[in-house]
């Protein structure tokens, strides 16, 4: 049974950086990415990694601040979030999915394994 757990979430002030992980139990994914939702607002995507490249991808909203990662060996993923604002505050979730023909990587529906997701809050 495949299992994503986030971790690293907290409390940033504006400017500040945090560093998300995300281990999975089970392999073979073809992408795995980092989505976001906010109080009142749908889930979005925030950054997709194709794990057998290695290359990310990113919403506009993050470009040149925020870098998805990977470690294979030890199937984990990370998100290192720079110059965090406050719009960046969301719980943020993990995924996964085998679909290695996936083409919209950073849309919900592309993703089949979900992680239960971890709080960012960042204060102004």
């Known amino acids: 049974q495949v299992r994503l757990v986030e971790s690293g979430g907290g409390s940033a002030q504006t400017g500040e950086s945090l560093r998300l992980s995300c281990v999975a139990s089970g392999d073979g994914f073809a992408w795995m990415g980092w989505f976001r939702q906010a109080p009142d607002k749908e889930r979005e995507g925030v950054a997709a990694?194709?794990?057998?490249?290695?290359?990310?991808y990113y919403a506009d909203s993050v470009k040149g601040r925020f870098t998805i990662s990977q470690d294979t060996a030890r199937n984990k993923i990370y998100l290192q979030m720079n110059n965090l604002q406050p719009e960046d505050t969301a719980m943020y979730y993990c995924a996964a999915d085998d679909e290695s023909s996936t083409v919209d990587i950073l849309a919900t529906y592309s993703y089949r394994y979900w992680g239960q997701g971890t709080q960012v809050t960042v204060s102004s």
């Open positions: 990694i194709s794990t057998g490249g290695g290359r990310g």
